[in-house]
């Protein structure tokens, strides 16, 4: 399976490859299970059905909310869990966020399995110990740090998913990509790579790698006082537009990029190259690099980012590929800069 381990400053993490449900098998025996599963998947996968006890929940973004989390609560106590009782996840990142944080609070912490079952999961939200829920229009203002002790990864479950999840998880991987150097964003768009990806072919050996970026981030700075904040270059502004305009992660995301680097270049921090090798990298995956959004109402949200210290924000900008850097910046300032160049 080429299984790996990581040795967080809370916590240890065993990385595990293959069938998930023999994982389960292989790993969890004579120890008290709840399961988290997306509703959607049980249709395609009948073995996750002999789960029990599970929780079936409609992944949208509606239910990662402090109301809904206290319906999940109550099942766990009609469950019976105890401190020992394991969470284990099955799903994409809304799952796994409403499984992390059940598992940070109830009875102050119980173990976490997180078996991610979308690629945006796979290589970036189920790995550092972040979950969060959403706080109205706010995306992820409420949450904690809580690292599993299991990430199960079957890459089957990508073959089943719908092309618009893929395309959200790819803007993570260029994410990644740009954040990593150029050798990684270059190999990213190598034509056999874009061809298999968008069928969802992913091999755990390109799993592998592109998560490793972010545990390398990760495991220096696991409560971002640091290096970490370079990880959320792009969602600045993404989180505001998946919110407020109800896209997908990754169209907000790929959007926030563009203006991340429009921004830079404006500052003549990045040239109009930089700018134009992000075009070309998310065109090749169809997302977005216009966005046709009423900007007015976009940065008035710059408010409430949680990135936000007194009347300034820490903003990611691009100098150039395998190179971002976090800056503080007067809102006001951003805001005007945001107007005037997107």
Sequence with gaps: MNNFSINWSSGKTEFVFGDFAEAIRQYLPNRKLIFICDERLIELYPEISFLKPIIKIHANENNKSLQFIDLIYQKLVEFEADKHTIIVSIGGGIISDIAGFLASTFYRGMPLILIPTTLLAMIDAAIGGKNGLNFGKHKNQIGTIRQPEKIIIDNRFLRTLPNEQIKSGMAEVIKHGIISGVDLFSEIQQPENIEQWNKGVFSDKWIK????????????????????????????????????????????VSLGIIIAAKLSANLKKCTQKTVDQLIKALSLFNLPINSNYNIQNIVKHLESDKKKEGSKINYIFIENIGHVVVEQIPIEKLKKLILENV
Excluded: C, P, W, Y
């Excluded at 502004?237 to 407020?244: D, N, R």
């Design 209 to 252: 790698k592109i998560m490793q970026v972010k545990i390398n981030i990760v495991i220096n700075d696991e409560f971002e006082n640091g290096n970490r904040k370079i990880l959320n270059f792009g969602h600045t502004l993404g989180h505001i537009l998946e919110m407020q305009e109800n896209i997908s992660h990754g169209e907000a």
